[in-house]
């Protein structure tokens, strides 16, 4: 059972990347997947969450409008659309799930603490 983060990248402010998180080994699917991010010495934090029961999709106040999460089921990938960036979205950004059922908007309000299934990481430097 494995994630695997990947997209990230050096980007101007105003600009635009996709992230990618593929799962793999799940056998029987897997419950959501949550993005999370962590700058140099501040706490991870919430970014978006995706539910797989029926597609709904949770966002921290500070990327509404600018980050959207999708999900494509037949290459088992879930993606962080992130645009309009800016030099405060520049962290590490990891994709977490969990063996249990969760819910997103308990999650994506939280450091993913509850979540025991967590991806390396990918590097998201937003800077002109």
């Known amino acids: 059972v494995q994630l695997q983060a990947s997209g990230g990248g050096l980007v101007q402010p105003g600009g635009s990347l996709r992230l990618s998180c593929q799962a793999s080994g799940f056998r029987h699917g897997y419950k959501g997947i949550a993005w999370f991010r962590q700058a140099p010495g501040r706490e991870r934090e919430g970014v978006a969450c995706?539910?797989?029961?029926?597609?709904?999709?949770f966002y921290t106040d500070s990327v509404k409008g600018r980050f959207a999460v999708s999900r494509d089921d037949a290459k088992d990938t879930v993606y962080l659309h992130m645009t309009s960036l800016l030099p405060e979205d520049t962290a590490r950004y990891y994709c977490?799930?969990?063996?249990?059922?969760?819910?997103?908007?308990?999650?994506?309000?939280?450091?993913?603490?509850?979540?025991?299934?967590w991806g390396q990481g990918t590097q998201v430097t937003v800077s002109s």
């Open positions: 995706i539910e797989t029961s029926d597609g709904r999709t």
């Open positions: 977490a799930t969990d063996k249990y059922p969760f819910h997103c908007v308990v999650v994506v309000n939280s450091a993913g603490e509850g979540l025991d299934l």
